[in-house]
């Protein structure tokens, strides 16, 4: 079976939170779900639930802050995805002792009361992988 449970979440980088939000709204029907300002990653975010899962607009609240950085680099654009799993520890762990470079050597908090994890996307085919679990 999977690690990954479910989609948690697809994220999108974007530069104006509001005007992406208004998109999601006037063509999509999408609905704000939650608004949170994550202030170690330099991001506030909005989620819009689609099932059971989200789509995470992502917008930086300083110049150092990673989303700025990929701002500047490539452009609005797709940031990374969200698996659900069930145990980000030990999760991070298969991810470690397979070799993979990790951004998190620890289970943290992300946004909404989860706990979450980065895998670096240099060694994850250069998608940006966050494990989430609820
Ligand atoms: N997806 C794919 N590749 C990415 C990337 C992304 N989101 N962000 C950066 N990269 C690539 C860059 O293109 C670059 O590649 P090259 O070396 O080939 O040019 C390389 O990774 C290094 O990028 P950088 O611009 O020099 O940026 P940093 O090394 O300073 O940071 C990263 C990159 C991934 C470590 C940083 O974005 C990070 O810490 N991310 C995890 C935290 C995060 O994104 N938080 C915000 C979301 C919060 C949330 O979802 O809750
Ligand atoms: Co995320």
Do not use: N, W
């Not at 946004?111 to 895998?119: D, E, N």
């Amino acid at each position: 079976m999977s690690l990954f449970t479910e989609i948690d979440h697809v994220a999108i980088a974007v530069k104006d939170l509001d005007a992406a939000v208004a998109y999601y709204r006037d063509t999509f029907d999408c609905e704000v779900a939650h608004r949170e300002v994550v202030e170690r990653d330099g991001v506030e975010e909005v989620l819009l639930k689609v099932a059971d899962s989200y789509v995470q607009l992502l917008t930086p609240i300083r110049d150092d802050s990673p989303v700025a950085k990929f701002l500047e680099k490539k452009g609005e654009g797709i940031h990374h995805v969200g698996y659900r799993v069930a145990d980000c520890a030990e999760a991070l762990e298969r991810v470690k002792a397979a070799g993979h470079q990790v951004l998190d050597e620890a289970p943290r908090p992300g946004s909404r009361g989860t706990t979450v994890a980065f895998v670096h996307p240099k060694g994850a085919l250069g998608t940006l992988i966050e494990l989430v679990q609820e």
